[in-house]
C-alpha cells in the first residue's frame, strides 16, 4: 500500500514548494545497530523503570513477565515500524495501582478491554475523524502538558539523589556539546545508565540471578471488568488517544517526515495488550515522550527497539529479582527524563494556537490529562468560532 507524504523540496534559491511523494514500506530507512541506536534505546528507561519498580512493589504483579512483554513487543515493533517506536506502561494504570495497590485481576481485565478498544480503533475510520475534528493545537498542548510532567517527575528523583542527577545532567551536557561541535555520536545514554549501574552495585552487590519460570494465565472474573472499567480503562483511553496515538503520530512526521496513519498505532496498541496481560504483562501503549527520549539519545531506526527489547528480555529471563531495577542511582533517571522533556517541549512549540497549547499544559500538570483535553477542545473551538467572526466583519 503506498501513501503520499508531503515534503518540502526547493524550487529556486528564493521559493519553496510542497511536492508529495510516495511512502510505502520500502522507503522506511533500513534497521542500524549502532552505537547511536544502543544509545538510542536507552533512552526511555528513565520512564519505564521507574514505572515497573512502582507497580511491582505495591502490587502482585511480577515484573519478570512485565519486562519479558515488554521485549518481545519491542522487538516486534521496531521490526514493524522499522523507527524508534516506542513502548511505555499505560501511565494513568499504572499511577492508579500505585496509589491504590489495585490486584492483578483487575489490571488484566483492564488490559484486555483497552486491547478490544484500540484493536477496533485501528479498522475503519475512526482515527480519520478524531483527526478531522482534534485540532493540531489541542495535539500540542497534550505534549507540552507531559514535558511539564516529565519535569516534575525528575525532580523526585532529584530530592532522592541530587548528587547523581547533577552528574547525569553534567555528563549528558558534555555529549550534547561533542556531538553539536566535534560530530561524535551522542553516547550519553550508555555513558549515564552505565555510571548509575556501576555505582549501584557498588553500594548494594551484584542483584541475585535466576530463570523465569513460565508464566500463569490470568483469568479476571466478571466483577473485576466491571470495576476496572470505572476506575483504569476510562482515565486511560484519553491520554491513549490522545499522547499514545495522535501525538505520537505527530512527532514522527516532525523527526522523520514519515506518515505513520495513527489507526497502525492503534492497531498494535490493542494487540501487544490482548496477547500479554492474560499472561503477567502491564497495559502497554506507544508515547510520543518516548519517542522523542529514544529520539534525544541518538535512536533513528528500529534496531534501537530491538537493543531494548534484548536488555528487556535478558532481565526478565536471569534476573528477577526486584533489585535489579531498583540498582541504578535514581538521580540519573531523572536527569534522562529532563532532557527528554527538553525535546519534547521543543516539538510541541510548532502550533498554531499558544494559547489553547499552553492551557493545556497548565491544566495537565495542576490537574489530569483528561480535564486538560476537554478543557482545551472548548477553548480551541471557541477560539476558532471567534477567528471566523472577525474575518466575516473585517470581508
Not at 151 to 164: E, K, W
Not at 273 to 283: A, H, K, R
Request: proline share 6%; aromatic share 10%; charged share 10%.
Amino acid at each position: 500500500m503506498i501513501r503520499f507524504l508531503p515534503v518540502t523540496g526547493k524550487i529556486s534559491p528564493h521559493n519553496k514548494k510542497t511536492l508529495l511523494i510516495p511512502v510505502s514500506r520500502t522507503t522506511l530507512p533500513p534497521l542500524r545497530f549502532n552505537l547511536s541506536e544502543l544509545s538510542g534505546s536507552l533512552g526511555d528507561f528513565g520512564t519505564i523503570i521507574p514505572l515497573v519498580l512502582a507497580v511491582a512493589l505495591v502490587s502482585d504483579v511480577n515484573a519478570r513477565y512485565v519486562l519479558l512483554f515488554f521485549g518481545i513487543w519491542f522487538i516486534i515493533t521496531g521490526l514493524y515500524y522499522r523507527l524508534p517506536i516506542p513502548l511505555e506502561p499505560m501511565k494513568a494504570v499504572a499511577v492508579i495501582v500505585i496509589a491504590g495497590s489495585i490486584g492483578s485481576s483487575e489490571i488484566a481485565a483492564a488490559g484486555l478491554i483497552l486491547g478490544v478498544i484500540f484493536l477496533v480503533l485501528g479498522y475503519g475510520r475512526f482515527f480519520g475523524i478524531i483527526e478531522k475534528w482534534v485540532p493540531q493545537s489541542v495535539v500540542r498542548g497534550i505534549q507540552l502538558g507531559l514535558a511539564l510532567l516529565l519535569f516534575r517527575a525528575s525532580l523526585g528523583f532529584v530530592v532522592q539523589d541530587p548528587a547523581f542527577f547533577i552528574l547525569g545532567i553534567a555528563i549528558i551536557a558534555c555529549f550534547y556539546l561533542l556531538a553539536k561541535f566535534r560530530s561524535i555520536p551522542d553516547l550519553s545514554a550508555i555513558v549515564v545508565i552505565g555510571v548509575g549501574l556501576v555505582a549501584g552495585i557498588a553500594l548494594y552487590g551484584i542483584p541475585p540471578m535466576s530463570l523465569i519460570p513460565a508464566p500463569q494465565l490470568v483469568i479476571p472474573l466478571p466483577t473485576d471488568f466491571s470495576s476496572a472499567f470505572a476506575t483504569l480503562v476510562l482515565p486511560q483511553v484519553v491520554l491513549t488517544i490522545t499522547n499514545a496515538v495522535l501525538a505520537t503520530a505527530l512527532l514522527t512526521k516532525d523527526l522523520f517526515a514519515q506518515d505513520v496513519p495513527p489507526k497502525r498505532f492503534s492497531t498494535t496498541i490493542g494487540l501487544m495488550n490482548l496477547t500479554s496481560v492474560p499472561f503477567g504483562g502491564f497495559p502497554m501503549c506507544h508515547g510520543a515522550g518516548g519517542l522523542a527520549g529514544q529520539y534525544r539519545y541518538g535512536a533513528r531506526t528500529g534496531g534501537a527497539n530491538i537493543y531494548a527489547g534484548i536488555i528487556f528480555i535478558i532481565l526478565a529471563l536471569f534476573f528477577t529479582s526486584p533489585q535489579v531495577l531498583s540498582i541504578i542511582a535514581v538521580g540519573v533517571l531523572g536527569a534522562l527524563l529532563v532532557f527528554v522533556g527538553i525535546e519534547m517541549s521543543r516539538h510541541s512549540l510548532k502550533t498554531d494556537s499558544f494559547i489553547v497549547t499552553g492551557i493545556i499544559a497548565v491544566l495537565a500538570l495542576v490537574s489530569s490529562m483528561t480535564v486538560a483535553f476537554i478543557i482545551g477542545m472548548v477553548i480551541a473551538y471557541l477560539e476558532m468560532r471567534v477567528r471566523t467572526w472577525r474575518t466575516v466583519e473585517t470581508s
